[in-house]
């Protein structure tokens, strides 16, 4: 009797951890950083890009799970497969020897910003000579930006930090996108949309995708999955509510 319980047990310990293997392979773990109102955990839906992603693998009958740490532990995270997918990812070379990327589902417009007191216009690589500019660590900015000699580059791990040190006047000018900044600065930092510009030519037009790590076994799946849901939302209209920002129920 004993002996019969213990295969018992042993085999219905073998089917919990079977379904549990099941239900885990119908699960997408995202990871990113804040970047509203593309990612956001302060609001139902985790901004934007969660939304696009979630109704998207929502089609092909799977689950998103969304981790908030910041962007460079995301990059390396999704890079060895720890987690599944970054949910904003910009393409670059450098990047594609990593990661496989999906179709683009939305587009960002690069700029520069300055002070309001900063007769800066953007004009072109050139017209960045001599200047320190501030970026964040892990982010994929044109290789013509970063390979430039003539000016020099100061990391800091997110984009309120260069801010910072613009209103400090520590560096001469950071870049963002105008939307993103913009809504960054009116949760975070309000005052400080009064003291800044946006330039009117930007550094480049980035393209959105997700991106999953070639370490991970899964990563072929996972982004041809979200592919076909995006298809699937784009042709019936809910990738332009979500990016318009109206409800799926309108």
């Not at 213990?6 to 293997?21: E, G, H, M, P």
């Not at 209103?167 to 001469?172: A, G, N, T």
């Not at 070639?214 to 784009?234: D, M, Q, T, W």
Request: charged share 25%; hydrophobic share 40%.
């Amino acid at each position: 009797m004993k002996k019969f319980l213990v295969t018992f047990l042993l085999a219905a310990i073998a089917i919990f951890s079977f379904s549990a293997r099941a239900d885990d392979s119908k699960v997408i773990v995202v990871a990113a950083d804040a970047w509203p109102p593309f990612v956001d955990p302060t609001v139902p839906g985790n901004g934007l890009a969660l939304e696009i992603i979630t109704a998207a693998y929502k089609t092909q009958g799977y689950e998103v799970q969304y981790k908030d740490i910041p962007w460079a532990r995301a990059l390396e995270g999704v890079k060895n497969g720890t987690y599944d997918i970054l949910p904003d990812a910009w393409m670059t070379e450098a990047r594609k020897a990593d990661f496989l990327f999906s179709e683009p589902y939305a587009a960002n417009e690069i700029n520069f910003i300055t002070r309001k007191d900063d007769p800066f216009e953007y004009t072109g690589l050139s017209s960045l000579k001599g200047k320190t500019i501030g970026i964040v660590i892990g982010y994929g900015y044109n290789k013509e930006f970063m390979s430039s000699p003539d000016f020099k580059r100061s990391e800091v791990p997110d984009f309120q930090k260069n801010i910072k040190k613009l209103l400090m006047k520590r560096i001469d000018m950071t870049l963002e996108d105008e939307i993103v900044a913009k809504h960054l600065l009116s949760q975070e930092d309000p005052a400080a949309l009064s003291q800044i510009k946006f330039s009117e030519g930007s550094l480049s037009h980035e393209e959105l995708y997700i991106a999953a790590g070639y370490k991970n076994p899964r990563h072929e799946e996972i982004v041809s999955a979200f592919n076909k849901g995006l298809e699937i939302i784009k042709a019936d209209g809910r990738l332009d509510k979500i990016l318009n920002n109206k409800s799926l129920d309108d």
